[in-house]
C-alpha cells in the first residue's frame, strides 16, 4: 500500500514537514510494509516558502523594515524570474504576543520593499504569500514602499498601521514604481475574505493579531476610511471594489496587490502545482492530511481542503490528523472517511511540540494498525462539493 502524507503545519507548533515526518514514522512503526510519500504542504500562508525552498527554489536574505519599523533581514525565495515573498516571513506575528498596540501600529512596508528587490534583480513574476501576517492596514506600507504617498488634510504623510489611516485624506500615486507595469504581481491567497465587514481583515482576523475590541473599531474605520478615499483617487490601473474575494487576505494586502493591477489566485492550489499533488495521489492507494485545526474556514481553500478535492478527483480515501477537529461529527459531508484529533489522543498538545509529535506518530500508527481498511472501504462516499474557491 502507497500512502500520500500531505500535511500543512501545526501552527505555534511543528511544522509541514515536522507533520508529515511524524505521522510517517507512525504509520512505519505499525506497518514496515507500506510505502509512504511524504508531501510538506502550505497555502500561501507562513511555511510557503520553506515548501519551495524544498523543491526547486533558492533562498536570498534581504535588508527590510519588520513590521514594527524595525531593520532587519528576511528571506525571500527565487527561481529564475520568479521571486516568491512570504508575508508572515516580513511583517508575520512571530513567536511575540500580540498586543492592541502592536496591532493596530504594524505595518507593511517590508512587503514593498521586498517587491522592489525582486524588481532589482530583474523578476518577471513576483507571487506574495498572503497568511500569516501581523498587520491590518490594507496594504497602505506595501504601497508605500512602493512610491505612493498617504496623506492627511495638511497633506502631511500619515503615520504607519492601520488605525493612521483613520486620518486619510488623500493619495499621492506618482511615485509609484513604473516597473510594477512591466511584472507579473500575484498573490496567493488562503482565504476569500472582504477588507471590510464582520467576515473583513479587521473585525474577523484583527483579534489573532492582538486588536481588542477598540483596536478593532479603529482598524475598520481606518480601512473602511481607506477604501472612501481610493474610491475617490483610485491608482493608475483603476478602483477595485474592496469587497472582491481575497482582497482581505493579509489584513488588506490582498486589495492592495489588486489595486497595482494584480491578481489573487489560491495559495493552496499554486503549491499544490508546485508539489505535483494530482499526480502523486493519483498513483497511490490513500492519502492522510491535516493541520492544528480543521474548520469551516478550513474549506476557503486552505491546504486540507485543496488534498481533499485532489482526492476526490482520483477516487482516493482521505483521512485527516488536526490538532482541533470543528468539522461535526459526520466527515463524510466533507469528503473525509475518517478524521483523528491530537486533543482526543492526548492532553495540553497546544504549544508542546515534543507531545504533538509523538502524538502525531501515535496517529499514523492508528491509521496503519485499522483505519486503512475502514478509508478504503468509504472510498464510494467521496461524492462531496469541491471546497470553496474564490477568484
Not at 510494509?33 to 526547486?56: F, N
Not at 521571486?83 to 493596530?104: D, F, H, N, Q, W
Not at 495638511?154 to 489611516?165: D, F, K
Not at 491567497?189 to 464582520?198: A, E, K, T
Amino acid at each position: 500500500m502507497r500512502i500520500v502524507v500531505a500535511m500543512d503545519k501545526f501552527k505555534g507548533t511543528v511544522t509541514a514537514f515536522e507533520a508529515c515526518a511524524a505521522v510517517a514514522r507512525g504509520l512505519h512503526r505499525a506497518r514496515p510494509d507500506i510505502e509512504v510519500v511524504e508531501l510538506p504542504m502550505a497555502d500561501g500562508g507562513d511555511g510557503t516558502l520553506d515548501v519551495l525552498l524544498h523543491h526547486g527554489y533558492d533562498q536570498y536574505l534581504i535588508p527590510l523594515l519588520g513590521a514594527h519599523g524595525v531593520p532587519r533581514s528576511a528571506r525571500v525565495a527565487r527561481q529564475g524570474r520568479t521571486t516568491l515573498i512570504e508575508v508572515a516571513e516580513i511583517c508575520g506575528l512571530g513567536a511575540t504576543e500580540p498586543t492592541a498596540e502592536m496591532a493596530e501600529h504594524a505595518d507593511s512596508t517590508g512587503v514593498g520593499e521586498a517587491i522592489v528587490d525582486a524588481l532589482d534583480v530583474g523578476a518577471s513574476e513576483i507571487e506574495v504569500a498572503l497568511g500569516g501576517s501581523a498587520t491590518s492596514d490594507g496594504g497602505a506600507g506595501m504601497l508605500r514602499g512602493l512610491g505612493a504617498r498617504f496623506l492627511d488634510a495638511q497633506g502631511r504623510p500619515l503615520a504607519a498601521g492601520g488605525s493612521a489611516l483613520t486620518g486619510l485624506a488623500r493619495i499621492d500615486w506618482s511615485g509609484l514604481d513604473p516597473r510594477l507595469t512591466t511584472i507579473r504581481l500575484v498573490g496567493l491567497r488562503d482565504v476569500d475574505s472582504p477588507v471590510l465587514g464582520p467576515v473583513g481583515a479587521a473585525r474577523r482576523f484583527g483579534p489573532q493579531k492582538g486588536a481588542d475590541s477598540e483596536a478593532v473599531d479603529r482598524l475598520e474605520t481606518g480601512l473602511a476610511q481607506f477604501a472612501s478615499v481610493v474610491a475617490h483617487m483610485p491608482p493608475p490601473t483603476g478602483f477595485v471594489a474592496p469587497d472582491t474575494p481575497g482582497s482581505g487576505a493579509a489584513g488588506g494586502l490582498g486589495w492592495a496587490i489588486l489595486l497595482l493591477g494584480g491578481s489573487l489566485t489560491s495559495g493552496g492550489d499554486r503549491i499544490a502545482g508546485a508539489l505535483g499533488l494530482d499526480e502523486m495521489i493519483a498513483s497511490s492507494d490513500a492519502v492522510i492530511t491535516g493541520e492544528g485545526r480543521l474548520d469551516e474556514q478550513t474549506l476557503m481553500g486552505k491546504s486540507p481542503a485543496v488534498v481533499i478535492y485532489a482526492a476526490r478527483r482520483h477516487a482516493r480515501p482521505v483521512a485527516a490528523v488536526a490538532g482541533q477537529n470543528r468539522l461535526g461529527e459526520d466527515p463524510s459531508r466533507f469528503g473525509l472517511a475518517e478524521v483523528l484529533s491530537l486533543e482526543c489522543l492526548a492532553s495540553g498538545t497546544a504549544r508542546n511540540p515534543a507531545l504533538t509529535v509523538t502524538t502525531l506518530e501515535r496517529a499514523g500508527a492508528m491509521i496503519a494498525e485499522g483505519m486503512v481498511r475502514r478509508i478504503s472501504a468509504s472510498a464510494s462516499m467521496m461524492a462531496v462539493p469541491s471546497p470553496t474557491k474564490g477568484q
